[in-house]
């Protein structure tokens, strides 16, 4: 099956350039501070990685063909870590933008914890909980809760025209952070909600669903990858978020669909893969499911994989289909 690949994965690709969607154009007095020494990550697209992702994501279409999966269902992005100085990349439909679900949370969690260090925020047993909360159970709740102790907004009544361009504004302010590290493509500015959102909420969505969360898998891999090197922020504050991304894939669980036993893992699973280990955080909702991974492996693999999909919400398979391709073959490119 052919499928439209985005062959060549450039700085562009990742959104290392130009401006976030919706993200408010900065002033003199603006609030966001680029992490000293922060280096954006330059992956160079690798020939055979792009062969490999497509592979996988090929061969995926094809298992999958007679539910009727097709190549806008589905989008990848790999990047290679095991060479921090020479990082390989490839991608397919990686600059799509897509509703994230609950993959949105790992954006504001590193945000939270560059506030954190720049002193903006001070850190609380509350908002301690509620950072677990939102990364390990992906409560959505916590994440709310979160959004409003990033952006000084909270949820409520709607607002006249004047206050509501100066809420909007200042819910904006993790967009404009991510915009001025370069990200393109994206939008993270919304609260998530198990139901609905009402009152200001709406009023930000202009009523009609817009304005909502978008990313890409190109700018969720490199997000994950500045993490998982420690570009983001100290080693302290990087052990921590990778603490709270780390996924035990070989206990037994009483909910299949956790982040641990419902996307990525089942490939680590299915392959009795217990030495290796895994970080992620998954989205899923009633049109989408989606895991962003980082995987290490005995064998010496160290891989960021992001795996956005549409429209197949309750198919277990197709994610870790696409991963399984990718740790059998994987140690074969150097």
């Not at 006249?160 to 001025?180: G, Q, T």
């Not at 370069?182 to 969505?205: H, L, M, P, S």
Request: charge should be neutral.
């Amino acid at each position: 099956m052919k499928i439209l690949i985005a062959a060549v994965v450039s700085l562009a690709a990742f959104g290392l350039f130009g401006k976030a969607v919706n993200a408010q154009k900065t002033t003199k007095t603006d609030e966001i501070k680029i992490p000293a020494g922060y280096r954006p990550l330059a992956a160079k697209p690798s020939p055979a990685l792009q062969s490999l992702l497509e592979a996988a994501v090929n061969e995926t279409l094809e298992k999958f063909k007679g539910q009727n999966l097709k190549p806008e269902n589905v989008a990848a992005t790999l990047i290679d870590l095991r060479d921090p100085n020479d990082l390989k990349s490839a991608s397919v439909r990686g600059a799509e933008k897509i509703y994230p679900a609950s993959v949105v949370k790992l954006f504001y969690m590193n945000a939270l914890e560059r506030w954190l260090e720049d002193g903006r925020v001070r850190m609380t047993p509350e908002l301690e909980r509620g950072l677990k909360d939102m990364i390990v159970v992906s409560s959505n709740e916590a994440t709310q809760y979160i959004l409003d102790v990033l952006t000084g907004t909270s949820s409520g009544a709607e607002l006249p025209p004047d206050e509501f361009e100066k809420w909007a504004y200042k819910r904006n302010a993790v967009n404009r952070f991510y915009a001025a590290q370069g990200y393109a493509n994206i939008n993270v500015n919304q609260k998530t909600f198990c139901e609905d959102a009402y009152g200001i909420e709406q009023q930000f969505r202009n009523y009609k669903g817009e304005n909502r969360n978008k990313l890409t898998t190109d700018a969720t891999a490199r997000l994950l990858s500045e993490i998982v090197l420690g570009r983001t922020n100290t080693p302290e504050r990087t052990k921590i978020m990778m603490d709270l991304l780390k996924r035990d894939f070989s206990g037994q669980t009483n909910d299949p669909d956790d982040q641990a036993h419902g996307f990525t893992g089942i490939a680590l699973i299915d392959r009795k893969m217990t030495d290796a280990r895994l970080w992620s955080k998954a989205g899923w909702t009633s049109s989408t499911r989606h895991d962003a991974a980082y995987l290490e492996t005995p064998g010496g693999l160290k891989f960021v994989l992001v795996v956005f999909t549409e429209n197949f919400a309750n198919e277990r398979g197709i994610i870790p289909s696409v991963a399984g391709k990718i740790l059998d073959e994987m140690g074969k490119i150097k």
